[in-house]
C-alpha cells in the first residue's frame, strides 16, 4: 500500500480551538501553512532572539562558551563584558582548555597556547588548578607592560621549552645569553657581551689559547718532518747512497683534513 506524502506547502495548520477569528492570526489573513511556519524557524538565529532570552542564555554559559561566543561578532562582543582573570583560570582548566594546552594571562586577558608562557609561569604554584596562575603572564606581556603593570626586567632570563633567553641587560633585546668564564649564562646577549671589558678580556685570552695552540701543533708536526726525513737518511746509509728509497712512508702534511681542528683553524685562515 502506498502512502502518499502532502507536500508542506499544503499543509494547512488548522486553529487553535476559540482562536480561529482572534489571537495571532487575525482572520483577514490565512492560517500559515506548514512551510511557512517551518520558513520561519528556520531563519532563527541566536541573533534575531530577544534581548532578554539572550542574556538569560549568556548568563548560562562556561567561560570558555563565554570566550568563544564573544568571539563570533561585535553585537556578543558588546554585550558580554571582558572575562577577568578568576574566569579565565577556570576557562584553562576546563577539558577544551586542558586540550588544546591553554593558559590565561592576567596582562593581556587571552587564553593563549603554552608556547607564549615561560616555563617557569606553568609550574609548582604558576601550574594549572595550583591557585598561582593569578599572577601568570605570557612572555609578550612581559616584556612590554602595559602601563602600571610589572613585567620582566632586564637581566632577566626566560626558558621557553627548556631554551634559555636573557632580556639583555644593555641593549634590552631577547636573545640567546653569552657566557662567563665559568660557562654561567651572563645577563648580556653575546653581542653586548663581546663589549664588555670582561668579554674583551674573555676573546683576547680565546685567541691567545687558540694561537699557543697552533704553534704547538705547528712545533709538533715539524719535529714529526725532521724525525721522519732522519730516518729516511739512516736507511739510505745502511743499503748505500745508491739505493733507491723505498720508503713509503707519506711526508707529514700540515693540515691534514681529518685532524678535528677546523673550529680554531677557520679563525686564522
Ligand atoms: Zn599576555
Ligand atoms: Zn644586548
Redesign the pocket.
Known amino acids: 500500500m502506498t502512502k502518499h506524502k502532502t507536500p508542506l506547502s499544503q499543509i494547512t495548520i488548522a486553529a487553535p480551538p476559540g482562536s480561529s477569528t482572534s489571537g495571532r492570526y487575525p482572520s483577514s489573513l490565512p492560517y500559515p501553512t506548514a512551510m511557512s511556519v517551518y520558513t520561519e524557524t528556520s531563519s532563527r538565529t541566536l541573533l534575531t532572539l530577544p534581548g532578554e532570552i539572550q542574556n538569560k542564555i549568556v548568563g548560562k554559559l562556561e567561560p570558555l562558551d563565554l570566550l568563544l561566543l564573544r568571539a563570533t561578532c561585535r553585537h556578543f562582543r558588546n554585550i558580554i563584558p571582558p572575562l577577568n582573570i578568576h574566569e579565565l583560570l577556570v576557562a584553562e582548566s576546563s577539558k577544551t582548555g586542558m586540550e588544546r594546552d591553554l593558559y590565561a594571562c592576567r596582562l593581556c586577558l587571552r587564553l593563549r597556547h603554552s608556547s607564549h608562557f615561560a616555563d617557569t609561569m606553568m609550574k609548582k604554584g604558576k601550574r594549572k588548578l595550583a591557585g598561582g596562575g593569578i599572577s601568570r603572564f605570557c612572555v609578550e606581556c612581559g616584556l612590554k607592560p602595559p602601563p602600571g603593570q610589572n613585567g620582566y626586567s632586564p637581566g632577566t632570563h626566560i626558558t621557553r621549552n627548556g631554551v634559555v633567553s636573557v632580556i639583555?641587560i644593555?641593549?634590552?633585546?631577547l636573545?640567546r645569553p653569552s657566557q662567563d668564564r665559568d660557562g654561567k649564562n651572563t645577563q648580556?646577549?653575546t653581542?653586548?657581551w663581546a663589549r664588555t671589558p670582561e668579554g674583551q678580556e674573555m676573546r683576547r685570552l680565546k685567541e691567545a689559547r687558540l694561537q699557543r695552540e697552533l704553534e704547538e701543533r705547528e712545533q709538533r708536526l715539524q719535529r714529526e718532518l725532521e724525525e721522519r726525513e732522519q730516518r729516511r737518511r739512516e736507511r739510505r746509509a745502511e743499503r748505500g747512497s745508491d739505493a733507491e728509497d723505498t720508503d713509503e712512508e707519506r711526508p707529514a702534511q700540515f693540515y691534514p683534513g681529518n685532524d678535528g681542528c677546523d673550529d680554531w683553524r677557520d679563525l686564522f685562515l
Not at 170 to 173: D, E, L
Open positions: 639583555c644593555y641593549c634590552t633585546c636573545a648580556y646577549c653581542g653586548c
